[in-house]
């Protein structure tokens, strides 16, 4: 395996791990914004999350497709 | 051993961002440090600051397409924006960035009781201090107070406060210096005066004695229709010196039962004095109204504020409640009126000028447009129910009004610097530009806000800001609540000790 093919792996799959990272604390925020309104978006616009793991996943793909929908081994 | 991969690592810190995130938020929303800050800028909806209300005094959200900047602009006034807060504090410090196109007298405050109307105002941003300021004024501050002179003619502010000169202009802001006041054709009048009308809350009387006895009995009643303990205090002030204080405690009832206790009578009775002028503050909240007033001073006069109670409203609290109309002589050159109930609706008339009051807990606003001021203007007031704020001197009777001010002019946005020689002022500190704007800071104390304190209502005065056409640009609030942190909130709870 050359270096390059390597390199594109290991970004895909962090930009893949920083995808789901930002969907489940987006997705969290958004209960805990519902329980207490305020706690997170008098500081942090919720979007932000949102819009930061669109772009982490379209850049994922870009990189390694197999990164972000790995294929299950029998 | 096995090494963590570097892969893992990355992953690691990339999954405890957000972790660090939310514990700063917790600590922020649970105030373990006492502290919450909330800065609001217009760009959106926010789930804990609304923008400034109502629209057309406040208009929409606004955003500047070249910089980006976000707004809005403030038109007519008051105004006011609501804040939501998830624990109660002891206080904030409000920093606004604004900018100010001409209006020259701006405050900014809290609403702490919204039935009865009272506010808790601050200067935000006064326009002929600021200007004195950037002309080179000399400065001196002693003890919070500040002079500015034209001519630096004092040395201290005591000086000045001493050997006050009564042939210049002097502004004061949020100082009390009329105490100067003499009248060398007074002569004391055997006769008591008698102030039949029922007044709710706080109040502050000035009055002028010349070899004679202070004499005032204050009637006393408390109507118990706020949750709280309503102890009563009354203070004579000569200068800014407390002389003499009567004190009462609560009548016992916390309760909001709406049971009307009589109080009895506090009397000053002070024999001996130098004459000159006296200040007698009835330090009460507003479930106390002061039934009548007997007093054997001929010159006694109300001081900013009258809140008028003589109506249906009121009739079972008060037996044998006289509800005829009301007259006042005001002095103020602005004035403020606000019923909250519908029985207090109606039409006073200012100086002949009918005033409609249709709507209820909405302040209704009047300001002289004559060119040469009259010693005191006649306020009617048919149905009473009434709290009427100014600035300056309300009497009851004609008789009875004087003109403590005249040497001294209170500063109002009419107030010309041309007109004034110095300037005595305190509780301001001119803003700071920033960006082709201002920065001001407000400290605010959130003590007697009726309520939990955690559904806060802000306050934005701006005085002719509508009739002159001036606007004032707000870019950004900032809210610094403090309270004591939640270690010495638990301490003192349990009663441990570390």
């Known amino acids: 395996m050359s270096s390059q093919y390597l390199t594109r792996k290991v970004i895909g799959e962090l930009l893949a791990f920083t995808t789901r990272t930002l969907v489940f604390w987006y997705i969290l925020a958004v209960f805990i914004e519902m329980v207490l309104p305020g706690f997170v978006s008098s500081h942090l616009n919720l979007d932000m999350f949102l819009w930061s793991a669109i772009i982490a996943a379209l850049f994922s793909l870009l990189i390694d497709p197999s990164s972000l929908f790995p294929k299950q081994s029998a | 051993m096995r090494h963590l991969q570097p892969v893992w690592i990355v992953k690691a810190i990339i999954f405890c961002v957000p972790l660090v995130i939310v514990a700063w938020l917790t600590v922020d929303y649970l105030s373990i440090f006492g502290n919450l800050s909330i800065t609001y800028n217009f760009s959106g909806e926010s789930a804990r600051v609304k923008e400034f209300t109502p629209a057309g005094r406040a208009l929409d959200r606004e955003q500047n397409l070249r910089t980006g900047e976000t707004y809005q602009r403030i038109v007519g006034e008051p105004v006011y924006m609501n804040v939501t807060v998830p624990r109660s504090y002891d206080d904030v410090s409000v920093t606004l960035d604004y900018q100010n196109d001409g209006q020259p007298y701006t405050e900014f405050g809290l609403v702490t009781s919204e039935e009865p109307l009272s506010v808790r105002l601050q200067s935000l941003d006064i326009g002929i201090i600021n200007q004195a300021i950037n002309e080179g004024w000399s400065q001196i501050e002693s003890d919070g107070v500040t002079l500015l002179q034209r001519q630096s003619e004092f040395e201290s ?57 202070l004499h005032a009995e204050f009637d006393l009643t408390d109507i118990n229709r706020d949750f709280n303990e309503d102890p009563i ?33 506090l009397t000053v009775d002070l024999a001996g004095l130098e004459a000159g002028l006296y200040r007698i503050v009835v330090n009460v909240d507003d479930d106390i109204l002061i039934s ?13 504020k009258v809140f008028l109670v003589n109506n249906s409203e009121y009739a079972e609290a008060v037996a044998g409640l006289d509800t ?89 946005g009419s107030t010309a610097l041309e007109d004034l020689d110095y300037i005595i002022f305190k509780e301001y500190t001119a803003p700071v530009a920033d960006r082709g704007g201002y920065l001001q800071t407000i400290p605010l104390s959130l003590d007697g806000v009726v309520g939990d304190r955690k559904e806060l209502k802000f306050i934005l005065s701006a005085p002719g800001i509508e009739r002159n056409g001036h606007e004032i640009k707000v870019r950004e609030v900032k809210f610094d609540f403090h309270r004591a942190d939640l270690w010495t909130k638990l301490k003192s709870r349990f009663g441990g000790s570390s």
């Open chain 2, 157 to 213: 502010v005591a000086d000045f406060v001493d050997q006050t000169p009564e042939d210049q202009g002097i502004g004061v802001y949020r100082y009390r210096l009329s105490y100067r006041y003499t009248d060398s054709s007074y002569v004391a009048s055997p006769q008591k005066q008698v102030i039949d009308r029922v007044l709710r809350g706080g109040h502050e009387f000035w009055t002028y004695i010349d070899k004679e006895t």
């Open chain 2, 292 to 304: 009548q007033i007997r007093t054997d001073q001929e010159r006694f006069v109300a001081r900013d």
């Open chain 2, 324 to 412: 005829g109309p009301t007259t006042l002589y005001l002095q103020g050159t602005e004035l403020m009126m606000q019923t909250d109930h519908t029985s207090g609706l109606q039409v006073p008339t200012i100086a002949g000028e009918p005033l409609h009051i249709d709507k209820l807990h909405v302040p209704y606003w009047w300001e002289s447009q004559d060119e040469v001021e009259p010693l005191f203007r006649e306020l009617i007031t048919p149905k009473n129910d009434l709290l009427v704020r100014t600035s300056g001197l309300i009497a009851f009777s004609e008789d009875a009004f004087f003109d403590a001010d005249y040497q001294i002019e209170q500063i109002s």
């Open chain 2, 233 to 265: 205090s009354i203070q004579v002030y000569r200068v800014n010196t407390i002389i003499h204080e009567e004190l009462l405690p609560d009548d016992g009832d916390a309760l909001a039962s709406a049971v009307a206790t009589d109080r009895g009578t």
